[in-house]
């Protein structure tokens, strides 16, 4: 759903939160990053479920999905994601948000480990 940045910004009615987590070494596993993820926070998240009521929809709908092991909004709202353990199993989750919510557009990315990847593994 399109999200204006600046009027989520304009919504936003705490702008002194404490600082987030630093990242933790290297994520070994999905389990650490999502350990890492649960400490943190996405800010702009209840001033753009203000003007666009359908991010919390879309995000309770991933976190319903049994594979679905983390779900949140991205930057200030156009995006929700959910984490999956391969991915087959996103695979099966984009198709089962996709029947709930057949107009929107998703996508199943993979995420790299970047030092398997610079090592051309």
């Not at 070494?25 to 800010?43: M, P, V």
């Amino acid at each position: 759903k399109p999200v204006s940045t600046p009027e989520v910004f304009a919504q936003l009615k705490n702008r002194k939160n404490p600082p987030l987590a630093e990242p933790f070494g290297n994520w070994e596993s999905l389990d650490d990053l999502i350990a890492w993820l649960g400490q943190t926070r996405n800010d702009l998240e209840d001033a753009a479920i203000a003007l666009v009521p359908e991010i919390a929809e879309i995000k309770a709908q991933l976190q319903a999905i049994s594979t679905c092991r983390f779900a949140r909004m991205s930057g200030s709202g156009a995006t929700v994601f959910g984490l999956f353990e391969d991915v087959e199993s996103a695979e099966d989750g984009r198709r089962q948000l996709q029947e709930l919510r057949s107009e929107d557009w998703m996508s199943v990315v993979e995420i790299y480990d970047s030092g398997k990847f610079d090592a051309g593994q």
